[in-house]
C-alpha cells in the first residue's frame, strides 16, 4: 500500500474481524509499504487491517481479507475474473466491472483477478496505475489475489530487463518463488 507520508508499516491480522492479534511490520519509514507475512496455514481466510505510527490507515472491516493458497496436493475449484486492456479508465472499464460485481453477487466472487496485459493506459505512468487500476479496483483488491500481466503499454513506461519502471513499482510479483516453482 502506499501513503502520502513517509511512516512505518504494520499489518494486524487474525482469523477473525475481531481477533486481529497477530503482527508483521518494518520499522523503516517509507511510503511504499510491503510487508511479508510468514507462517500462515495453508487454505485460510485471514482477516487484516493496515496501521502506521499515525494511526489505522485501513480499519478493520469484513471485505479485509485473504485466503492463503491450499497445499499443493490440494484439488478444489478456483474462479478467476480475467481481464485484457482494461486499464482505459472509461465508461466501458466500469461497465465491465458493474457486471462482474452483478455476476459474483449471485454466483461468487473470484478467487483471483488475471490481468491479461495493458492495465494503464496510454503510456503505463505511475498516475495512470493509479487512477485506472488501484482506484478503479479498490474494493476488490482489498481481497482478490492480483496476478498482472506486463503488457505493450505497461512496457512504454516499465523495463522487464532491468524490472523497473511504473508497473514493477505497482506490484509485488515473486521474485525468488515465493509463489512456489522454480526462482
Same mark, same amino acid.
Given at each position: 500500500?502506499? *501513503?502520502?507520508?513517509? *511512516?512505518?508499516?504494520?499489518?494486524?491480522?487474525?482469523?477473525?474481524?475481531?481477533?486481529?492479534?497477530?503482527?508483521?511490520?518494518?520499522?523503516?519509514?517509507? *511510503? /511504499?509499504?510491503?510487508?511479508?507475512?510468514?507462517?500462515?496455514?495453508?487454505? *485460510?481466510? #485471514?482477516? #487484516?487491517?493496515?496501521?502506521?505510527?499515525?494511526?489505522?490507515?485501513?480499519?478493520?472491516?469484513?471485505?479485509?481479507?485473504?485466503?492463503?493458497?491450499?497445499?499443493?496436493?490440494?484439488?478444489?475449484?478456483?474462479?478467476?475474473?480475467? !481481464?485484457?486492456?482494461? +486499464?482505459?479508465?472509461?465508461?466501458?472499464?466500469?461497465?465491465? !466491472?458493474? $457486471?462482474?460485481?452483478?455476476?459474483?453477487?449471485?454466483?461468487?466472487?473470484?478467487?483471483?483477478?488475471?490481468?491479461?496485459?495493458?492495465?494503464?493506459?496510454?503510456? $503505463?505512468?505511475?498516475?495512470? #496505475?493509479?487512477?485506472?487500476?488501484?482506484?478503479?479496483?479498490?474494493?476488490? !483488491?482489498?481481497?482478490?489475489?492480483?496476478?498482472?500481466?506486463?503488457?505493450?503499454?505497461? +512496457?512504454?513506461?516499465?523495463?522487464?530487463?532491468?524490472?523497473?519502471?511504473?508497473?514493477?513499482?505497482?506490484?509485488?510479483?515473486?521474485?525468488?518463488? /515465493?509463489?512456489?516453482?522454480?526462482?
Amino acid at each position: 500500500w502506499r *501513503t502520502l507520508e513517509a *511512516t512505518n508499516s504494520v499489518v494486524r491480522y487474525g482469523l477473525a474481524l475481531d481477533q486481529l492479534s497477530s503482527t508483521a511490520s518494518d520499522s523503516a519509514l517509507t *511510503t /511504499e509499504h510491503r510487508i511479508p507475512i510468514t507462517g500462515l496455514r495453508p487454505d *485460510t481466510k #485471514y482477516y #487484516y487491517t493496515l496501521e502506521s505510527e499515525n494511526g489505522t490507515i485501513l480499519p478493520p472491516d469484513p471485505d479485509n481479507s485473504f485466503r492463503t493458497n491450499p497445499l499443493p496436493s490440494t484439488t478444489r475449484n478456483v474462479r478467476i475474473w480475467v !481481464l485484457g486492456d482494461s +486499464g482505459r479508465g472509461n465508461e466501458n472499464q466500469l461497465a465491465v !466491472l458493474r $457486471g462482474y460485481q452483478q455476476f459474483a453477487a449471485q454466483t461468487g466472487a473470484a478467487d483471483l483477478m488475471l490481468m491479461l496485459g495493458d492495465n494503464a493506459y496510454m503510456t $503505463g505512468q505511475d498516475a495512470e #496505475y493509479q487512477l485506472r487500476l488501484f482506484d478503479v479496483y479498490a474494493s476488490l !483488491l482489498k481481497n482478490t489475489t492480483l496476478w498482472p500481466t506486463f503488457g505493450n503499454h505497461d +512496457g512504454m513506461s516499465s523495463s522487464s530487463s532491468t524490472l523497473s519502471g511504473p508497473y514493477y513499482d505497482s506490484f509485488s510479483l515473486p521474485r525468488q518463488a /515465493e509463489a512456489g516453482g522454480t526462482p
